[in-house]
């Protein structure tokens, strides 16, 4: 079953709402998750490192003031799309590194689909 | 920073054929390789991992990629596909070491599509 839980899956807003996308991790902790955007045929692109207990680092070209996150325990990180534009609709997948024994295991969400109307 | 090369965007092939994924990837430091898979509109699914030791991995349904060093490639092989394997197949690779590290740098995809 998934390890990682992102909600929703889908969602469609108007141009210049909020959006908040959550990613938890289920049956572990994850001090560290990360943000990426896919666009259409296109490969995923890092958005940012979402730390627990700290800010988020963003890459680089990524506007943070736009592209809100917080990691408020162990097992949720939120990613919130604020006064969204057609241009911010994309997919979005988080993923959370599980660094259980046997190796450090990369688990993704199954992904976020944002409408922007 | 690393970098991955994907050099096929789109491979066809017919059921039952042979198939190769071609990877590459560029860093100054020590890596993690991975493949993922994405069918539409869903995650990503890894299909397998180089940490360390042996350097032919394999999954469970068939797959297999070897990290060929000097070569700086991780190429990703299946003898017999099947429609089901039918996907977008993304490579990665991220810093060995841990912790941030495993923020994941992806090649564009490969567009796999298997023709009965």
């Known amino acids: 079953g998934a390890v990682v839980s992102q909600h929703p899956s889908r969602v469609i807003c108007k141009s210049g709402t909020s959006v908040k996308i959550e990613c938890r991790s289920l049956?572990?902790?994850?001090?560290?998750m990360f943000w990426y955007r896919q666009f259409p045929k296109k490969s995923l692109m890092l958005m940012a490192t979402?730390?627990?207990?700290?800010?988020?680092?963003?890459e680089q070209g990524v506007e943070k003031d736009k592209f809100l996150i917080n990691h408020a325990s162990l097992t949720l990180s939120t990613l919130t799309v604020t006064s969204a534009h057609p241009e911010d609709s994309s997919f979005y997948i988080c993923?959370?590194?599980?660094?259980?024994?046997?190796?450090?295991?990369?688990?993704f969400g199954n992904g976020t689909r944002l409408t922007v109307t | 920073a690393q970098s991955v090369t994907q050099l096929d965007s789109q491979v066809p092939v017919f059921e039952e054929a042979p198939v190769e994924l071609r990877c590459n990837y560029s860093?100054?430091?020590?890596?993690?390789l991975f493949w993922y898979v994405q069918y539409p509109n869903q995650g990503l699914q890894l299909l397998l991992k180089y940490l360390s030791g042996s350097t032919l991995v394999e999954s469970i349904n068939g797959f297999e990629a070897e990290f060929n060093k000097s070569q700086t490639s991780f190429h990703l092989r299946k003898p017999s596909v099947h429609i089901s394997d039918t996907a977008e197949y993304f490579c990665a690779v991220s810093a060995g070491g841990g912790g941030s590290n495993y923020k994941l740098t992806f090649g564009k995809g490969t567009l796999l599509t298997v023709n009965p």
């Open positions: 993923s959370a590194p599980d660094q259980g024994t046997g190796g450090v295991r990369i688990h």
């Open positions: 979402s730390n627990e207990g700290s800010k988020a680092t963003y």
């Open positions: 860093s100054s430091v020590s890596v993690y």
């Open positions: 049956d572990f902790q994850a001090t560290t």
